[in-house]
């Protein structure tokens, strides 16, 4: 897997408060990075892992799970622009309802995210509002237009975390290879929104049986998949670092695995929904536009491609593409209503329902894909219950089971997929950048 | 959410509903015949037509359906609505359903716009065409059409020719009714997985119409043909896949929805062919939608049968 070094340039701000003072006495203390499976107490004195129990609040954590908290690399935020559908203060409160501790925001906002003022802007609004530690991810081009490269260097000096044009890609092969290029002077990542807008063209579903059935325009796999092995041979042939975006394609997974076996500096996440639901939703429900998302949901051939995928490496992580948009704007016919679902809140619970109580993947290493492998592909501080970190943790009860809807969203949009859907794996509790961050009320 | 028997999707409906709408569809055509073709079966019943795209003999037939029935009629026409442009199709119903309409007859530029309408009134919902996506009525009346003028649809062979990726009227009306179908088109008109999505056999050579019972001919929509189209031009289209006299053996029955494009998809000569069905597809809209509007405010209500010279053929 193609990881850095933590990226001491990168800012993570999060509003001031307390540093938690508790022991969690009796759970499971998982961290599965650190080696540290145990079932005990976990001491957290003045927002840092370990030391002296005494006097703390005592957590009963009698039957729960303590692991490393979710790190979400992809999340829409809203802000600026669209606050009637989310702002930091919401989005980050939605994180830490769903046992996130660091979020990274994309770029398109209105305007975009794309220069050093905003990303500015951001940085300093995120400190006094984001619940969670919160980056930001500017455009790779001016306006997200495609055609020029932003200031790469002084958006890396600010703080950026990666760059992306997320919505949309880098149009050309030429702006993108400049972009490469240059990625050499500044050690940004770049995490790609992929698809060829050419062969997606007026598509708004998985071009499948689905749309061929009900009539709506599909977008194929390849439109992806082309433009992941565009991006592919360039990042190869330049030396570069690439990340993909929400991967939902078998023709995709394929393109990367291929890619990584010939050394390319690829990393892939992919979101839960693609990884819980498939084309048949948007054909069987009375409300489809909540399945509404881009990428779209694909066939079951292609969602059992991406959990084999995340299974054996290929797909390197999970992130959410968080992306909350008012009720009234999704209750319009399908081609009109928005892409995009919120999914902060219910990612870790959807994962280990199907992931991890089917078998599938290991319980350890859906943390890993969850938590420290995110935070290791962007350069970002990994979560850690070791002694002596800063607590970033969640606190799960992974017997619980709820149904998704019954209970408000943190989030300031509920366009959820997972609405009604029962999982199991509740978060109990948050600790992030070491404060107390969530507690579920009983 | 609506209340009534609504005709959204052709899935909706089972053989034996579309035997029994067409049936009254059959009953109703023998009221044409009358000096005064109007019966009271609807009296004191509201029908909206509420037409966001353009279409004039689907909104007509409507109107004039509803106005046989002796229903009260509101037509409403105007653009597809969208979020950018005021008022949205939620706020549209809303507001119509001040009236207290029985039936909404609704028109839509977009797939689904119908079924997300039903969400939002009382009234039972008839889609007279959502996009790319149904237009059940013009399916009702293409199987009226064939049973009236050629017989049972079970076991006969369909041939569906031109652009099917804009329009799918019929295909599945036809499977449900036992038609065995072939679809014959230029592969860039055919969406991906048609052929599973459907049970249909797909086809790019035009010589496979030779053994179909019914050709089906789809109106290419000239507009969406240009540079970068889905064909090279409408002149080898028309060389490569029009239904002509050359290509049509004996006994093979040709149908169009219209509006045709004469030379294009069809010739002529075909088009004006006494042994065509088109004329017959555009006299039968009239009846088979009274019989669509009758079905959905019955049905639902649970008074169905009556009709046996009853009120069904009163005269007003």
Redesign the interface.
């Known amino acids: 897997m193609s990881t850095v070094a933590p990226n001491p340039r990168v800012r993570l701000p999060q509003r001031p408060g307390e540093p938690a003072n508790l022991v969690i006495r009796g759970a499971r203390i998982l961290d599965p990075a650190a080696g540290i499976d145990r079932v005990g107490d976990l001491v957290v004195r003045d927002g840092l892992i370990g030391g002296d129990p005494e006097d703390l609040e005592v957590i009963d954590g009698t039957g729960l799970t303590v692991m490393p908290g979710i790190v979400d690399v992809h999340v829409h935020l809203r802000t600026p622009g669209k606050e009637h559908a989310e702002d930091i203060a919401t989005g980050t409160a939605s994180a830490a309802a769903g046992g996130v501790v660091a979020v990274l925001a994309m770029p398109n906002t209105q305007p975009p995210t794309d220069n050093p003022s905003i990303l500015g802007s951001l940085l300093e609004r995120a400190s006094r509002e984001a619940v969670v530690p919160t980056g930001f991810i500017p455009a790779i081009t001016v306006g997200q237009q495609g055609e020029s490269l932003t200031e790469h260097g002084d958006l890396a000096e600010a703080g950026a975390a990666a760059l992306s044009d997320d919505g949309v890609p880098v149009g050309s092969a030429l702006v993108m290879r400049r972009a490469l290029q240059y990625q050499r002077a500044t050690g940004l990542l770049f995490t790609l929104h992929e698809e060829d807008m050419s062969l997606s063209g007026t598509g708004v579903m998985h071009?499948?049986?689905?749309?061929?059935?009900?009539?709506?325009?599909?977008i194929?796999g390849v439109s992806e998949a082309v433009q992941v092995a565009r991006d592919c041979a360039l990042a190869g042939y330049e030396d570069g670092r690439i990340h993909i975006c929400h991967v939902s394609a078998r023709e995709t997974v394929d393109e990367i695995r291929r890619a990584k076996e010939r050394g390319v500096q690829v990393t892939a996440e992919v979101t839960p929904h693609h990884l819980l639901l498939t084309e048949d939703a948007v054909g069987d429900d009375?409300?489809?536009a909540r399945f509404k998302m881009n990428p779209p949901l694909r066939s079951e051939d292609d969602r059992q491609a991406l959990i084999e995928a995340l299974v054996d490496g290929t797909l390197d992580c999970i992130a959410t593409d968080h992306a909350p948009h008012p009720g009234?704007?999704k209750?319009?016919?399908?081609?009109?209503a928005p892409f995009g679902v919120i999914g902060l809140e219910t990612a870790f619970a959807a994962c280990h329902t199907e992931l991890v109580l089917t078998g599938r993947l290991g319980l350890e290493d859906l943390i890993m894909r969850m938590s420290t492998t995110p935070a290791q592909v962007f350069g970002l501080p990994a979560p850690t219950l070791a002694d002596g970190a800063t607590a970033s943790l969640a606190v799960v009860d992974l017997a619980a089971t709820d149904r998704v809807g019954e209970r408000p969203y943190a989030s300031k949009s509920s366009n959820a997929a997972f609405e009604g859907m029962d999982l199991t794996g509740r978060i109990v509790m948050t600790l992030a950048g070491g404060q107390d961050v969530y507690r579920r009320d009983a | 959410m609506s209340t009534r028997s609504s005709l959204v999707r052709m899935a909706d409906l089972t053989a034996g509903d579309v035997g029994r709408i067409l049936d009254t569809a059959d009953r109703f055509a023998s009221v044409m015949d009358r000096d005064i073709k109007k019966v009271p079966t609807l009296r004191g019943r509201t029908v909206v037509n509420l037409f966001l795209e353009p279409s004039t003999r689907t909104s007509t037939s409507f109107e004039l359906a509803a106005k046989r029935l002796s229903a009260d009629v509101v037509s409403i026409k105007g653009q597809g609505t969208?979020?950018d442009k005021g008022e949205?199709?939620?706020d549209t119903i809303l507001t119509l359903e001040a009236y207290e309409p029985d039936v909404f007859v609704i028109r839509?530029p977009?797939?689904?716009?119908c079924?997300?309408a039903g969400?939002y009134t009382d009234a039972a919902v008839v889609n007279a065409g959502?996009?790319?996506?149904?237009h059940p009525t013009q399916a009702l009346l293409d199987v009226f059409t064939v049973q009236q003028e050629v017989g049972s649809l079970d076991g006969m062979h369909v041939a569906i020719v031109g652009d099917v990726l804009h329009s799918?009227v019929g295909i599945q009306a036809f499977r449900m009714m036992g038609a065995r179908v072939t679809v014959v088109a230029p592969p860039t008109l055919v969406?991906?997985?048609?052929a599973?999505?459907?049970g249909v056999e797909v086809s790019a050579d035009i010589r496979d119409i030779a053994d179909a019972d019914i050709v089906y001919v789809l109106r290419m929509q000239v507009e969406r043909m240009g540079a970068g189209g889905f064909v090279p031009s409408l002149e080898e289209y028309a060389r490569m896949y029009q239904v002509n006299h050359a290509r049509l053996g004996p006994g093979q029955r040709v149908m169009h929805a219209g509006p045709v494009n004469r030379g294009v998809e069809i010739s002529g000569e075909v088009v004006d062919d006494p042994g065509s069905l088109i004329e017959a597809q555009a006299a039968n809209g009239l009846v088979v939608r009274m019989a669509v509007l009758y079905d959905v405010l019955t049905e639902a209500a649970g008074e169905p049968g009556e009709d046996e010279g009853g009120v069904l053929l009163e005269a007003a």
């Open positions: 071009e499948g049986t689905v749309s061929a059935r009900i009539g709506l325009a599909g194929p009375p409300d489809p009234d704007e209750e319009n016919p399908f081609a009109e | 969208s979020m949205t199709l939620k839509h977009q797939v689904g716009a079924a997300m969400r959502d996009g790319t996506g149904e799918r969406p991906r997985h048609l599973e999505a459907l």
